[in-house]
């Protein structure tokens, strides 16, 4: 590999939960496990990174795993997927809140307590959002999907696992130890199509990040 090809190499690790309530098959995940290991886009060799399991939808458990897989691939850019079961289309979000997530209980019936949370992250920003210009992303996300998908920005990622994953991506960054972090909502794809339509959204974005990220080098 020549230095050019090596400076244009951006790795993403991407990752989609299992189960959680009432829903069995997570599309987040069965969008997650399909996508390639490396796609090419614009110059930019894309190498995509996905745990060869679905994140678990418990607050201990992520944060404890996100520190791990952050450490062991080292990736360019984090994309996390989860499930928004109210919302008919695909949204990125602004950002997370530090509070919050002793609301609902996870899979595990517990909560992250608010003298968990102090614990954690008491020196914290209340809020914290991604580096990534939306705007920006959006407007190139949908001249990739030639308008064929209802894509928007969201400021909702609310108080359970997502946005709890989120916060734990974004604070690593925030300390100089993470990525460069998003995360995308997907609404429910219950065929086999429509998590074939919610893959195609999801590359599209990946290679937005991707060629953001190489052109900031």
């Not at 190499?9 to 399909?34: H, M, Y």
Request: aromatic content about 10%; charged content about 30%.
């Amino acid at each position: 590999m020549t230095e050019e090809e090596a400076e244009k190499k951006v790795t993403v690790l991407v990752t989609g939960f299992g189960p959680f309530q009432d829903v069995k098959i997570n599309p987040s995940w069965e969008i997650a496990c399909r996508l390639p290991n490396t796609i090419h886009s614009k110059g930019v060799n894309i190498q995509i990174v996905t745990p060869p399991e679905p994140l678990k939808a418990s607050y201990h458990f992520l944060f404890d795993v996100v520190p791990t897989l952050l450490e062991r691939h080292k990736p360019d850019i984090v994309l996390h997927i989860g499930l928004a079961v109210g919302r008919d289309y695909f949204a990125i979000e602004e950002g997370a809140d530090r509070d919050g997530y002793n609301q609902y209980p996870d899979v595990d019936r517990k909560v992250f307590n608010k003298t968990e949370i102090k614990k954690a992250w008491g020196k914290s920003p209340s809020r914290l959002t991604t580096s990534y210009d939306l705007e920006v992303v959006l407007e190139k996300w949908h001249a990739r999907s030639k308008k064929d998908f209802d894509l928007r920005i969201s400021d909702d990622v609310g108080s359970y696992v997502c946005g709890f994953v989120y916060y734990t991506s974004l604070e690593r960054r925030r300390k100089g130890e993470g990525s460069s972090t998003v995360f995308m909502h997907v609404p429910p794809l219950p065929e086999k199509s429509d998590i074939e339509k919610g893959l195609r959204v999801t590359l599209g974005l990946i290679e937005v990040l991707a060629e953001i990220k190489s052109a900031s080098r």
